[in-house]
C-alpha cells in the first residue's frame, strides 16, 4: 500500500497514475484524508496494487482449502483487468462439484471477499484442474452443433442454463456466424442462450453487442 498526497484527491490520484501507469478506472485507492480549509486544502489517499489483491485472493483460497483438509497449489494470471487463478488440489472434484456448483459458488464468495476488501468488484475467473476450459470445449461445441440446426430449419432454440463466463463464450463463438444472433435470456441460476435465425442483412453488429456487454457486466 502506498501513500499520495496533495491539494485535492483528484491531485493525488493523478500522482499515482502517473507513477504507476495506470487509469484512474484500474486504480485502487481509498480516500485516507480530504480537508477543505478556507486557506488550505490536503488530501491523502492510499492505493493499493494488483499484486496487493493477488496476495488477498491467494491467501483468502489456500484458507479455504485448509479448512477443507486439502493441499492446494496456486497459479495466478493478470491479463486485460482479469485475475485468473488455477488450482490444483490432491481432490480436485471436492472444489468442483457436482456439474462444476462448487466451483462456481467459490468464485462468487472469492468476489464478493475481494470486493468487501478493496471496496470495488474485479472480473476473477477460478479454474480447477483445467476444468473450466474443458467445459468451454463442450458448451462450445454444443453451441456450433445447435447454430447449424437453427440454420438449417430457422427454428430458435435455447441451450442450458450456463454462468456467465460460459454463456460469453459461446456469444463469442458465434459472433461471426451468418444469420445467427444469440441473447440471454432468465435471471440467476437459469439464464441461459438462445440462439436465433436472422434473415439476411439484420445479423450485422448483434452478437457483437451482446457477448462484449451482456456477460461483462455479470463477472
Known amino acids: 500500500m502506498k501513500l499520495y498526497s496533495g491539494k485535492t484527491v483528484a491531485e493525488c490520484i493523478k500522482q499515482a497514475c502517473d507513477e504507476l501507469n495506470l487509469t484512474e478506472e484500474e486504480l485502487i485507492y481509498k480516500v485516507v484524508e480530504e480537508k477543505k480549509g478556507l486557506f488550505s486544502k490536503k488530501a491523502t489517499i492510499s492505493v493499493e496494487e494488483t499484486s496487493d489483491v493477488i496476495l488477498f485472493i491467494e491467501e483468502y483460497i489456500k484458507d479455504i482449502c ?8 496456486l ?5 486485460e483487468n482479469l485475475i485468473k487463478v488455477l488450482i490444483e488440489t490432491n481432490h480436485n472434484s471436492i472444489l468442483i462439484g457436482n456439474n462444476g456448483r462448487s466451483l462456481e459458488a467459490l468464485n462468487e464468495l472469492v468476489k464478493l471477499a475481494v470486493s468487501q476488501k478493496f471496496k470495488r468488484k474485479f472480473r476473477i475467473l477460478l479454474d480447477i484442474g483445467n476444468y473450466k ?33 460460459e454463456r ?9 456466424w451468418k444469420n445467427i444472433k444469440t ?29 462484449s456487454q451482456e456477460e461483462n457486466k455479470e463477472e
Do not use: C, W
Not at 66 to 73: F, N, Q, T
Not at 75 to 79: E, L, M
Not at 168 to 176: E, G, I, M, Y
Not at 190 to 208: D, M
Open 75 to 79: 497459479k495466478t494470471f493478470y491479463r
Open 66 to 73: 485448509h479448512e477443507l483438509g486439502l493441499d492446494a497449489s
Open 183 to 211: 441473447e440471454s435470456v432468465g435471471d440467476g441460476k437459469n439464464r441461459a442462450v438462445v440462439i436465433k435465425y436472422v434473415p439476411s442483412g439484420k445479423e450485422a453488429s448483434v452478437n457483437e453487442s451482446t457477448a
Open 168 to 176: 460469453k463464450k459461446v456469444h463469442n463463438a458465434l459472433t461471426s
Open 133 to 165: 476450459d474443458k467445459k468451454y470445449s463442450r458448451v462450445i461445441h454444443e453451441a456450433k452443433k445447435v447454430a447449424k440446426e437453427v440454420l438449417s430449419t430457422h427454428v430458435d432454440a435455447k441451450l442450458e442454463p450456463m454462468t456467465p463466463d
